[in-house]
C-alpha cells in the first residue's frame, strides 16, 4: 500500500531533476521534501528550483532537505538549517523581514523619483525664457560680412 501511494505521489508531481536514489521510501516525508523543494532556488541556475536543476549543487540540497526531514526536523526547522548555511538567496519567495523590505519597495520608490524628476523638469522647462532671435548689431553684421567675403 505504501508503495502505491509512493507511486501516485511521484506520477502526480513531476519530479524533473530528482534522482530515484534520492527518493525516500516513506510517502509522507517525500511529499514534504517535494514541497520544501519547490521553495528552493538552485544556487547555480538561479531562476529554477532545485527540484527542476540538474547542477550538483542542487543534489546536495535535495539530499539534505531529505536528511533533516529524516533527522525529524519540521518544515520550518529544515529551511532554517538551509538558510543558516546557504543564505536567504536559495528561498524562491524571499522573506519581508530584515533588510528585505529595502529590495522589495526598491522597485516602487524608484518610479516614483523618477516621476518626481521628470515632472520636475518639465515644469523648469516649461518656466525657462525661449531664447531670442535678436538682430545683429552693426558691429557683428560687419564682421559677419568680413568673414563670409574672405
Known amino acids: ?4 501511494i509512493l507511486i501516485l505521489a511521484l506520477v502526480a508531481t513531476p519530479l524533473f ?20 523543494s519547490k521553495g528552493l532556488r538552485c544556487p547555480v541556475c538561479q531562476s529554477e528550483s532545485i527540484d527542476e536543476s540538474n ?29 543558516a548555511r546557504y543564505g536567504e538567496f536559495v528561498l ?17 520608490l524608484m518610479l516614483l523619483l523618477a516621476g518626481v524628476v521628470g515632472v520636475s ?3 523648469g522647462r516649461a518656466g525657462a525664457k525661449a531664447p531670442q532671435d535678436d538682430a545683429l548689431s552693426a558691429d ?11
Open 1 to 4: 500500500m505504501k508503495r502505491l
Open 17 to 36: 531533476a530528482v534522482e530515484p536514489d534520492e527518493v525516500l521510501s516513506d510517502p509522507v516525508l517525500e511529499l514534504r521534501a517535494l514541497e520544501l
Open 55 to 83: 547542477a550538483p549543487i542542487s543534489k546536495d540540497l535535495r539530499l539534505l532537505v531529505r536528511e533533516r526531514l529524516v533527522a525529524g526536523d519540521s518544515d520550518q526547522a529544515a529551511l532554517n538549517y538551509i538558510v
Open 92 to 108: 524562491l519567495k524571499p522573506t519581508f523581514g530584515g533588510a528585505n523590505w529595502l529590495l522589495w519597495a526598491a522597485g516602487p
Open 121 to 123: 523638469y518639465v515644469r
Open 140 to 150: 557683428e553684421a560687419a564682421a559677419l560680412r568680413d568673414i563670409l567675403n574672405k
